[in-house]
């Protein structure tokens, strides 16, 4: 199965290749067997036809000259193919996807091959990558005239994600470029602070909530790949509130714009 994510077919002869080794690796190691198993045989069967690959190559993911995280794609063909091997008795998901266009980006690679061997056939889904022109709508009017001394260091961290590495990336991944840049600023943080709930004045008890607490002044929700911001300012100002803290930052890290507004109780 293939499924043609883009319908350029580029690298079209390449990719005829490895997808016949990837049906001829299944039809000779057999159905249910695990995903390492199977990269050994499809290391071994690129190695056999003289085709040159990188498996699990070590990518750096950087910040300030700190290192945020570190990808490991299952194979890279002839420096041009991303191949990432599943092996699962069900249907590959979104996170699966994300973590392909990860790889993608960061190595500017223009195809990815995202396979999942554990079906009864192998199930092949093809997506060619043109890098996108990155662009950042920055709204910091309600912070213009705020004295607190974080929110330009929230800033810079924000631009500076911006300036290194654009958008585009998954949520783990800008979660962790997030964390690095507030540490790099020297920034106190807390993930998912935890908040009380009610209802008609009665407690429902304690629960956290999806974002950050910078300095216990400021709110910071964020998305990536959503297509515009509106949940991030909905929950940003209701997590304002939540937590009595005055400002408050949405952003949304989508496919092409980085998307950000800023709130503020005065």
């Given at each position: 199965m293939?499924?043609e994510v883009?319908?350029t077919?580029i690298?079209?002869d390449?990719?005829?290749?490895i997808?016949?080794g990837l049906?001829?690796?299944?039809?000779?190691?057999g159905?249910g067997?695990n995903?390492?198993m199977y990269h050994?045989?499809f290391?071994s069967?690129?190695?056999?036809?003289?085709?040159?690959?990188?498996?699990?190559?070590?990518?750096?993911l950087r910040l300030f000259?700190t290192l945020?995280h570190?990808?490991?794609p299952d194979?890279v063909?002839?420096?041009?193919?991303?191949v990432?091997?599943?092996?699962?008795?069900?249907a590959?998901?979104d996170?699966?996807k994300?973590?392909?266009?990860?790889?993608?980006?960061?190595r500017?690679?223009r195809?990815g091959?995202?396979?999942?061997m554990?079906?009864?056939?192998?199930?092949v889904e093809?997506?060619?990558y043109d890098?996108p022109n990155?662009?950042?709508?920055w709204d910091?009017?309600a912070?213009?005239?705020?004295?607190d001394p974080?929110l330009?260091?929230i800033q810079?961290?924000?631009?500076a994600?911006f300036?290194?590495?654009?958008?585009?990336?998954?949520?783990?991944l800008?979660?962790k470029?997030?964390?690095?840049a507030?540490?790099?600023?020297?920034?106190t943080?807390?993930r998912n602070?935890?908040?009380?709930?009610?209802?008609?004045?009665?407690?429902l008890?304690?629960?956290p909530?999806?974002?950050?607490?910078i300095n216990h002044q400021?709110?910071?929700?964020?998305?990536?790949?959503?297509?515009?911001n509106d949940?991030?300012?909905?929950?940003?100002?209701a997590?304002m509130?939540?937590?009595?803290v005055?400002?408050?930052?949405?952003?949304n890290?989508g496919?092409?714009?980085?998307?950000?507004?800023?709130?503020s109780?005065?």
């Amino acid at each position: 199965m293939l499924m043609e994510v883009n319908m350029t077919l580029i690298y079209e002869d390449i990719s005829y290749r490895i997808r016949g080794g990837l049906f001829e690796v299944q039809n000779e190691v057999g159905l249910g067997r695990n995903e390492e198993m199977y990269h050994k045989a499809f290391a071994s069967w690129l190695s056999e036809n003289e085709i040159s690959f990188y498996s699990k190559p070590r990518h750096e993911l950087r910040l300030f000259d700190t290192l945020a995280h570190v990808l490991y794609p299952d194979f890279v063909v002839m420096d041009q193919v991303v191949v990432e091997l599943k092996s699962r008795a069900s249907a590959l998901n979104d996170g699966d996807k994300a973590q392909l266009i990860n790889y993608l980006k960061l190595r500017n690679n223009r195809l990815g091959l995202l396979v999942n061997m554990g079906l009864d056939r192998v199930y092949v889904e093809r997506y060619a990558y043109d890098r996108p022109n990155y662009e950042a709508v920055w709204d910091w009017k309600a912070w213009e005239q705020a004295e607190d001394p974080a929110l330009p260091q929230i800033q810079k961290c924000l631009n500076a994600i911006f300036t290194v590495h654009q958008t585009g990336y998954s949520q783990m991944l800008i979660e962790k470029l997030l964390r690095t840049a507030l540490l790099q600023n020297e920034l106190t943080y807390t993930r998912n602070p935890v908040a009380e709930a009610t209802y008609k004045n009665t407690s429902l008890g304690h629960g956290p909530l999806d974002c950050f607490l910078i300095n216990h002044q400021a709110v910071l929700c964020y998305t990536a790949l959503f297509d515009d911001n509106d949940f991030n300012c909905s929950r940003t100002q209701a997590f304002m509130k939540t937590l009595g803290v005055p400002f408050g930052l949405a952003v949304n890290f989508g496919k092409q714009t980085l998307q950000l507004k800023t709130f503020s109780i005065k």
